[in-house]
């Protein structure tokens, strides 16, 4: 099992940036892919980044790529997310996860293990 805790989130002005961080703890942070993924107030959560078990191959979702990254120190055991060039409609909940699926997968059913979120907001 492996407990994750992100941080990093706050109130931004549109086109300002941010960095998420999600610390784990527990079992081999290794072991896992990690994924962020938001939920904003009425929508179901939605994919934004995931990276691989070493950090080498990384998958986002459209709307954020070329404006996010998603890197993991394996030594620090964290995962984070460093967001530029913030729209409002990034505003949402930011929840890391990790997955033992072999491939990124970008299906929330995949990650066995959450965060508690944390929040973003961007003003415009």
């Known amino acids: 099992q492996v407990q994750l805790v992100e941080s990093g989130g706050g109130l931004v002005q549109a086109g300002g940036s941010l960095g998420l961080s999600c610390a784990a703890s527990g079992r081999t942070f290794s072991s896992y892919a990690m994924g962020w993924f938001r939920q904003a107030p009425g929508k179901e959560r939605e994919f934004v980044a995931a990276i691989s078990r070493g950090g080498g191959t990384t998958y986002y979702a459209d709307s954020v790529k070329g404006r996010f990254t998603i890197s993991r120190d394996n030594a620090k055991n964290t995962v984070y997310l460093q967001m530029n060039s913030l729209k409002p409609e990034d505003t949402a909940v930011y929840h890391c996860?990790?997955?033992?699926?072999?491939?990124?997968?970008?299906?929330?059913?995949?990650?066995?293990?959450w965060g508690q979120g944390t929040q973003v907001t961007v003003s415009s």
């Open positions: 996860g990790a997955s033992t699926e072999w491939n990124l997968t970008t299906r929330p059913r995949n990650y066995a293990y």
